[in-house]
């Protein structure tokens, strides 16, 4: 008899970008509170996530990605880590279901610092979890994240659990470090900077030949809400005008030049097209493809 399964296959998918791969790796997922989401009354946002057949209160998926061009790897984001949910941090068992090392990883290029981005970045004793990688990211995060006075703004939890966590995750790489503005930040690789969910918000274009695919890192948290309400806002984000502004100009621009785009909150593998509908959008999970 065959044997019953008691976990599932690994969450690993590749994608061809011209001469670029792309390969989404899943860390899991987070289940969270309703009451984070902003601008909507609680009883719609959860009648909406029930008509989507989705549970309630809200699961997150936690989507990272790794790139292989010009014969080196990084790695966009680096998932939860161990502390936050026993959902999460399944990025370093993906990775090596993939038959990549963490040693192998050239350079790590965050969208934010968020944990649930950056968590994964050392250990609980603040070992650098990836010991040849590159820390890249906006100027700008990484001012914020290290701004005494900004620290002292947030409560309590936000002190702890994001500022402190930030700067703690980022200590081991504080020697092999690099910011960014815009422009390559690595071969076939163009920083986007999204700014609103905190202010160094980064998005990434993947472009080789014909073929380009956009990480839009948190443009949403929880898509079959903010999809069609980009009003909506998240309470971790830092500007949540500018998030919202953000949001309304990457659906445009995504949506009238049909770009591919991938997303940490997408459900895995995070890849999707966006259409106009109306006068809103409607997100189209692009097909599973065994062709690489």
Not at 17 to 42: F, R
Not at 107 to 134: I, Q, Y
Not at 214 to 229: A, F, K, S, T, Y
Request: contains cysteine; hydrophobic residues 45%; negative net charge.
């Amino acid at each position: 008899m065959a044997r019953i399964p008691e976990k599932q296959v690994p969450g690993v998918y590749h994608r061809r970008i011209g001469d670029i791969t792309v390969t989404a790796l899943s860390d899991g997922y987070l289940d969270g509170s309703m009451a984070v989401i902003q601008n909507i009354a609680p009883e719609e946002a959860a009648g909406m996530l029930r008509a989507a057949f989705r549970p309630v209160p809200r699961r997150t998926a936690v989507n990272t990605f790794l790139i292989q061009s010009a014969g080196k790897v990084a790695l966009v984001d680096t998932g939860c880590g161990t502390a936050m949910a026993a959902t999460g941090g399944r990025l370093f068992e993906n990775l090596a279901a993939m038959g990549v090392a963490p040693a192998e990883v050239d350079a790590v290029l965050l969208t934010h610092m968020h944990p649930d981005h950056s968590n994964g970045l050392a250990d609980a004793a603040g070992g650098c979890l990836f010991p040849n990688a590159e820390l890249v990211l906006h100027a700008a995060e990484l001012a914020h994240w290290h701004d005494d006075a900004a620290m002292a703004r947030a409560d309590e939890t936000g002190r702890q659990r994001n500022f402190q966590a930030a700067r703690d995750q980022a200590a081991p790489y504080r020697d092999r470090t690099r910011t960014f503005r815009d422009g390559e930040v690595f071969p076939g690789v163009t920083a986007m900077p999204f700014p609103g969910h905190t202010p160094g918000h980064t998005g990434y274009m993947i472009a080789s030949g014909q073929d380009s695919l956009l990480i839009w890192g948190d443009i949403v948290h929880v898509p079959e809400i903010q999809v069609p309400r980009p009003e909506v806002c998240m309470a971790f984000d830092v500007d949540p005008a500018q998030a919202e502004a953000t949001r309304r100009r990457v659906f445009d621009m995504v949506a009238s030049d049909g770009q591919a785009i991938a997303g940490m909150h997408l459900h895995f593998p995070g890849q999707a097209h966006l259409l106009r509908q109306g006068q809103g959008y409607m997100l189209l999970q692009d097909a599973w493809s065994m062709a690489l």
